[in-house]
């Protein structure tokens, strides 16, 4: 007899395998954000990727420079031992600003040499920098002759130039002779003209550095500022003045700076030259001709060496404080 209830349920198969369990979490968790851990072979790799560096910088820089410092208030030949040192103070300084004569010439040829890199071979580098810029043909192949001086030291270079400024067989003044039959220049033996003849020099290779920095800075400008400066009507030569050049300030401090410290170490060409003397004096040259030179005076080239340092650490902090200020805002 059918009932007239409503079926039952299907009942649940149990032929199928089980659903599987859920998966048990082991270990720490790991909180959001944070890295996996270094095991100790990376610590290991990263103590040595940053600890080689910083003793060579401070072995070879730091502590040489605090070990200059000291020993430019001492009076100390180089060739005793340490306990032949004798602190003097400040008469080393003394010496040099008033009774070592080449001092004041040194110092007012590094300013000469500071003055021309600015006024010719970093207008000159701009320049190229702006031309080179605008990706003529063949720029790749400009760009290489104009940097080319740049690889070359100072010392190959006063080598080089020694060939064009030679007073018998140079090619200046082969030149000149043919064309104007002017008479042979002793271009770096005549103290009245061998310092602007060695900072053309020095310039040459100036010039492509400063317009590699440039180059660098202009392909990093935001090209929607000279399309807005295009916009509002200026020329090419009022765009660069008022939107490119102003936006190239990180690249203006690095060539200031560039420029100091270049204008202070000048110091192989001159050397190579005639040992900074006869009207090339730099204070470089003074330092090492102190230093290790005949004169052996350790203690008073230190001094002439601090100065320098000192002259260049204020370009420095203006600049690292600049920089910091920016990154600030």
């Known amino acids: 007899m059918a009932s007239n209830g409503p079926p039952p349920p299907p009942a649940a198969r149990t032929d199928g395998p089980p659903p ?6 082991t270990g720490r968790a790991r909180r959001p954000g944070t890295g996996p851990r270094h095991g100790r072979a990376d610590r290991a790799a990263l103590a040595l990727m ?33 306990d032949t040192i004798e602190w003097i103070g400040v008469q080393n300084y003394t010496d040099a600003f008033t009774i070592y004569p080449p001092f004041e ?33 063949g720029g790749s192949v400009y760009q290489s002759i104009f940097y080319l001086p740049v690889v070359l030291s100072l010392a190959l270079i006063g080598f080089v130039w020694q060939l064009i400024y030679s007073r018998d067989q140079g090619l200046l003044n082969a030149f000149l002779a043919m064309v104007a ?73 690095v060539v200031v700076v560039v ?11 001159v050397w190579v030259i005639n040992r900074g003397r006869n009207g090339l004096e730099l204070i470089s040259a003074l330092v090492t001709s102190n230093v290790i030179g005949e004169a052996s005076r350790v203690g008073f080239g230190s001094a002439l ?5 000192v002259i260049s650490l204020v370009f420095i902090v203006v600049y690292v404080s600049t920089m910091l200020r920016g990154a600030q805002r």
């Open 20 to 25: 599987p369990a859920p998966a048990r979490r």
């Open 50 to 82: 940053l600890g080689v560096p910083a003793l060579l910088v401070v072995g070879l820089v730091w502590l040489p420079a605090a070990a200059t410092v000291l020993l430019s208030f001492t009076r100390w030949d180089g060739i005793g031992g340490l």
């Open 105 to 137: 010439p040194a110092l007012r040829n590094n300013l000469v040499w500071l003055v021309v890199l600015f006024t010719v071979p970093t207008l000159l580098g701009m320049f190229l920098a702006v031309l080179l810029d605008r990706e003529l043909r």
């Open 181 to 253: 039959d002017a008479p042979a220049v002793d271009w770096f033996g005549n103290p009245d003209i061998n310092l602007y003849a060695v900072l053309v020099a020095a310039g040459w290779r100036h010039t492509g550095y400063i317009m590699l920095l440039y180059l660098a800075g202009l392909k990093a400008v935001d090209p929607s500022l000279r399309e807005a400066a295009a916009i509002d009507g200026a020329g090419p030569v009022r765009t660069f003045t008022r939107v490119v050049f102003p936006a190239l300030l990180p690249i203006n401090l």
């Open 259 to 269: 420029t100091v410290i270049d204008a202070l170490r000048a110091f192989d060409i």
């Open 305 to 309: 060496a601090v100065v320098m340092l």
